[in-house]
């Protein structure tokens, strides 16, 4: 639906805008949309840290969903809507598209004459709540891990990004890394795949705006800009390089040595992604093989634990709790059973039973399957420290004793 109005200013005469609200999204009719989202005074309004935008970025609440709604001229509101869709899709880490606000009687190179609104993920947060003294501190590998698997992950897709940077992403805590998901779609350009070039435009953008990001941070913290952590970007490139040639070299195997095709696709299930075709060309008259994998997300990890278990996770968190449905399996004494029937034994005795006493101690609030992969951060390290299995229980009272010092370092 559309409407129009007279302005002056920002004053408005009430207008209709359009929407496009994707199912399983509230309809949004309830927000003042006939005035521009800086003036909004409303109850659903939420304040959360956001990181440096050049468009308006406000967020709202609708039960325990937070969305962020994002004003931005029209063309590339609209360009951004269908490139997180399609990037969607394709199963790329983006957050989820909600919907598209679109004032046809606003001018639209305006500003305000377009929005974008997307559903904000579940215990992220900015990179502001990283900073550590005048950078990341003890964060810091695990966020160029984070950000070399995001990129490499976008160009699989035949995604140039165009605008990488530290504001531009969310962060939640994985386990003992970081996972890292894009949130700005506004310069994308999809292809069936990136060339070397394509690629590599993408992270020069990349260290230029990570570097701008960390001389902001020195400049609020009234640090010294010679001090800045303007390596970040570059061992970024570094890291992202050894990932996307592991992802995509091609291996010559020899007529006895069919044995490394299973080795190399469990070497890239161990790193998270997941594997689709496999491709064996003969080379040299036929004396050896070439071995080429297509490969997906990584997703890996987290589709297991699901199709076991019917938990849901992120990546890091699943390979964590796999790690102890396998420990709790080979403790149990009785014959072995079918793989199915185990997991849900596991689920039933072990993780839900533990997750409600976590949630006794801790409170509710929170990432609970976050809580649980701390706990057992903490149990292997006693069970190390000690060189013998340490039981959930006395785990969980040394830990509660402890003040939770098991925690991944925040």
Same mark, same amino acid.
């Given at each position: 639906?559309?409407?129009?109005?007279?302005?002056?200013?920002?004053?408005?005469?009430?207008?209709?805008?359009?929407?496009?609200?994707?199912?399983?999204?509230?309809?949004?009719?309830?927000?003042?949309?006939?005035?521009?989202?800086?003036?909004?005074?409303?109850?659903?309004?939420?304040?959360?840290?956001?990181?440096?935008?050049?468009?308006?970025? $406000?967020?709202?609440?609708?039960?325990?969903?937070?969305?962020?709604?994002?004003?931005?001229?029209?063309?590339?509101?609209?360009?951004?809507?269908?490139?997180?869709?399609?990037?969607?899709?394709?199963?790329?880490?983006?957050?989820?598209?909600?919907?598209?606000?679109?004032?046809?009687?606003?001018?639209?190179?305006?500003?305000?004459?377009?929005?974008?609104?997307?559903?904000?993920?579940?215990?992220?947060?900015?990179? $502001?709540?990283?900073?550590?003294?005048?950078?990341?501190?003890?964060?810091?590998?695990?966020?160029?891990?984070?950000?070399?698997?995001?990129?490499?992950?976008?160009?699989?897709?035949?995604?140039?990004?165009?605008?990488?940077?530290?504001?531009?992403?969310?962060?939640?805590?994985?386990?003992?890394?970081?996972?890292?998901?894009?949130?700005?779609?506004?310069?994308?350009?999809?292809?069936?795949?990136?060339?070397?070039?394509?690629?590599?435009?993408?992270?020069?953008?990349?260290?230029?705006?990570?570097?701008?990001?960390?001389?902001?941070?020195?400049?609020?913290?009234?640090?010294?800009?010679?001090?800045?952590?303007?390596?970040?970007?570059?061992?970024?490139?570094?890291?992202?390089?050894?990932?996307?040639?592991?992802?995509?070299?091609?291996?010559?195997?020899?007529?006895?040595?069919?044995?490394?095709?299973?080795?190399?696709?469990?070497?890239?299930?161990?790193?998270?992604?997941?594997?689709?075709?496999?491709?064996?060309?003969?080379?040299?008259?036929?004396?050896?093989?070439?071995?080429?994998?297509?490969?997906?997300?990584?997703?890996?990890?987290?589709?297991?634990?699901?199709?076991?278990?019917?938990?849901?996770?992120?990546?890091?968190?699943?390979?964590?709790?796999?790690?102890?449905?396998?420990?709790?399996?080979?403790?149990?004494?009785?014959?072995?059973?079918?793989?199915?029937?185990?997991?849900?034994?596991? $689920?039933?005795?072990?993780?839900?039973?533990?997750?409600?006493?976590?949630?006794?101690?801790?409170?509710?609030?929170?990432?609970?399957?976050?809580?649980?992969?701390?706990?057992?951060?903490? $149990?292997?390290?006693?069970?190390?420290?000690?060189?013998?299995?340490?039981?959930?229980?006395?785990?969980?009272?040394?830990?509660?004793?402890?003040?939770?010092?098991?925690?991944?370092?925040?």
């Amino acid at each position: 639906m559309a409407g129009h109005c007279l302005l002056s200013g920002h004053n408005t005469v009430m207008a209709t805008p359009h929407l496009t609200i994707l199912p399983g999204n509230p309809d949004f009719l309830d927000l003042p949309w006939n005035e521009p989202l800086e003036t909004w005074d409303i109850p659903r309004i939420v304040e959360l840290p956001t990181g440096v935008h050049r468009h308006v970025v $406000r967020f709202v609440a609708y039960g325990d969903k937070v969305y962020a709604i994002k004003e931005l001229p029209l063309r590339y509101a609209r360009h951004e809507f269908a490139s997180l869709r399609e990037l969607e899709n394709r199963a790329a880490p983006v957050v989820e598209v909600a919907g598209l606000i679109e004032r046809d009687w606003v001018d639209p190179s305006k500003e305000w004459s377009g929005a974008v609104i997307t559903r904000y993920l579940d215990f992220a947060f900015s990179y $502001r709540e990283l900073i550590s003294g005048g950078g990341f501190g003890h964060r810091r590998s695990q966020l160029l891990d984070g950000f070399a698997g995001l990129l490499v992950e976008l160009h699989l897709r035949g995604c140039f990004w165009g605008d990488c940077s530290l504001s531009n992403v969310l962060y939640r805590y994985d386990a003992a890394a970081l996972d890292i998901t894009m949130v700005d779609g506004e310069t994308v350009e999809l292809h069936e795949q990136l060339s070397a070039g394509q690629r590599r435009s993408d992270l020069e953008i990349m260290v230029i705006n990570v570097a701008g990001g960390m001389a902001d941070i020195a400049a609020e913290q009234g640090g010294d800009l010679d001090d800045a952590d303007f390596t970040l970007g570059e061992e970024v490139v570094q890291r992202y390089e050894g990932l996307w040639s592991e992802l995509n070299g091609d291996w010559l195997i020899g007529p006895e040595e069919r044995y490394r095709i299973t080795e190399r696709i469990a070497r890239l299930n161990e790193l998270g992604f997941q594997v689709g075709e496999v491709a064996l060309d003969p080379v040299e008259d036929g004396r050896l093989l070439r071995l080429r994998v297509e490969v997906g997300g990584r997703t890996y990890h987290r589709h297991r634990l699901s199709h076991l278990t019917r938990i849901e996770a992120t990546e890091n968190q699943a390979r964590q709790i796999l790690a102890d449905l396998h420990y709790h399996e080979a403790k149990a004494v009785e014959s072995p059973v079918n793989k199915a029937v185990s997991a849900i034994r596991w $689920r039933v005795g072990v993780f839900e039973p533990m997750l409600k006493q976590i949630d006794d101690i801790l409170g509710g609030d929170g990432d609970a399957v976050q809580k649980y992969c701390d706990f057992l951060h903490h $149990r292997y390290s006693m069970s190390s420290d000690q060189e013998r299995d340490v039981s959930n229980d006395e785990a969980l009272d040394d830990w509660v004793a402890s003040c939770m010092p098991g925690q991944f370092p925040r």
